[in-house]
């Protein structure tokens, strides 16, 4: 059956075109340095949001009538949820997708029954995928969703929460393994607590720390080779969840010894929620050799929840892109679509539509950073500002050969002044230069 015979194939049209089943921006055959810009930005549909979403919310039912959620039974509906998948990226020209293990999948009686399941979809996605160009991004596990895991799975005060939790895993890392996946992410979405009053904080970081450890050594020994990745969140549905960030989940690795076998896929509106930027949160990872990947969407900041919407905001994407081509750019990661039409954009057209403008959003900011960083004048700017660290006593500092009392002895007859300017609002008006006049190419 096809669902999207109505759309064409999105082609590049270029930035005078006013058809909006086109991209402006996102030409996938341009060459950028020796490599084209599909595989420069690496696009994946998020299987859970684009195939399994019913545009509900905590106030009202779901308004998204998809015609492959229409199958009365589980199975036939997750075979027809394959198909969409498979026609759109077709369309669209993505050849990534990512997935939890219950997205794909429906839950049987007991974990048996749901791995004979999730085992007949695995097979038939196989079958589906040969003769395309589509890939396994990363695979994970819902760990979250199932009310056993209302307090935690790694971090349930349940042992046998814990253990399902484990068993889960293991096939989710089996069938990831067996598809080819290129990563495997941990989002813990209840992975922390809703008051200290009945928390055991020591116990459940603990436990979690095992967890890990123990899916680091099963993935040993089945022979998967994909990143692991983190991915953080603050809260929600937690009140605090312990991957609150990127500096939080760098603590917590490097506590626990287990700093390296993981990285991180960094959320936009995740890092809005925790209070950073986008780009502080990619910068955080790089800066610490911890960059992977990216789930690609942005939040409304007059909302203080997570409402993966669509990313539009070039002035974001140019700063996210700066930071992944500083990091060397993807190579188990990708940009991965997180978002979601607005509940109100109920059609399968603003479903397009959503993606053909995050695709642009983001071609068009990797096309300004690159050009930032090839122009090399804002990084000039930086190295000028720290130039004090170059020579004399700053070089001694920065090769850690001074101490408290050469220090004093150096300034205690020294006037010293204000640092030079900082120059932000020249940057800031460099950085607007740079995208204006990209924009118009």
Same mark, same amino acid.
């Given at each position: ?12 049209? %270029?930035?005078?075109?006013? @058809? ?39 106030? /009202? ?90 307090? %935690? ?15 889960? =895993? ?9 598809? %080819?996946?290129? /990563?495997?992410?941990?989002? %813990?979405?209840?992975? /922390? ?54 500096? $939080? ?26 209070? $950073? ?7 955080? *990872?790089?800066? @610490? ?34 930071? =992944? ?43 300004? *950073? ?40 150096? =300034? ?7 640092? *030079? ?21």
């Amino acid at each position: 059956m096809k669902f999207f015979k109505e759309f064409p194939k999105i082609e590049y049209e %270029g930035p005078t075109s006013t @058809n909006p089943l086109s991209f402006k921006y996102y030409n996938p055959n341009e060459i950028i340095d020796g490599k084209s810009l599909k595989d420069h930005l690496k696009f994946s549909v998020a299987f859970w949001h684009t195939f399994v979403g019913a545009g509900s919310d905590m106030f /009202g039912d779901g308004t998204f009538d998809r015609p492959w959620n229409r199958f009365s039974d589980p199975m036939d509906r997750a075979f027809a949820r394959i198909d969409a998948l498979i026609e759109f990226c077709e369309k669209l020209g993505i050849e990534y997708f990512c997935f939890h293990d219950r997205d794909i999948a429906p839950e049987g009686k007991t974990l048996r029954e749901t791995n004979q399941m999730l085992d007949k979809v695995v097979n038939y996605l196989k079958e589906r995928l040969k003769g395309t160009n589509l890939k396994l991004l990363w695979g994970t596990a819902n760990l979250f969703s199932n009310p056993r895991y209302c307090q %935690g799975a790694a971090t349930s005060p349940c042992a046998d929460v814990f253990a399902y939790a484990a068993a889960q =895993v293991k096939k989710a890392l089996e069938i990831t393994k067996e598809l %080819g996946g290129q /990563g495997y992410v941990f989002w %813990g979405g209840r992975e /922390g607590y809703e008051t200290l009053l009945n928390t055991d904080m020591k116990l459940e970081l603990d436990n979690l720390a095992r967890f890990l450890s123990m899916a680091v050594d099963y993935a040993k020994k089945i022979g998967f080779n994909g990143q692991f990745m983190i991915e953080p969140k603050p809260m929600e549905p937690t009140k605090h969840q312990y991957d609150f960030d990127a500096a $939080h989940c760098l603590a917590f690795l490097k506590t626990y010894g287990l700093d390296p076998y993981f990285k991180f896929n960094i959320e936009a509106n995740h890092a809005t929620l925790a209070g $950073h930027t986008f780009a502080h949160e990619l910068r955080y *990872a790089r800066i @610490n050799g911890k960059f992977c990947s990216i789930d690609a969407n942005q939040g409304d900041l007059m909302l203080g929840w997570d409402t993966d919407q669509y990313p539009t905001n070039i002035y974001e994407t140019t700063l996210a892109m700066y930071e =992944v081509i500083k990091a060397g750019g993807f190579t188990t990661g990708g940009l991965n679509f997180d978002a979601k039409p607005r509940r109100a954009s109920y059609t399968l057209r603003d479903l397009v539509l959503g993606h053909i403008v995050a695709m642009d959003t983001f071609a068009l900011g990797f096309k300004i *950073a690159h050009r930032i960083i090839k122009d090399g004048k804002i990084d000039k700017i930086i190295e000028e500002r720290y130039a004090s660290y170059n020579e004399g006593i700053g070089l001694k500092i920065r090769n850690n050969q001074t101490n408290f009392e050469e220090l004093e002895q150096y =300034v205690l007859d020294k006037e010293v002044g204000v640092p *030079a300017s900082g120059r932000q609002e020249e940057l800031e008006m460099m950085l607007n230069y740079y995208i204006l006049t990209t924009v118009k190419c």
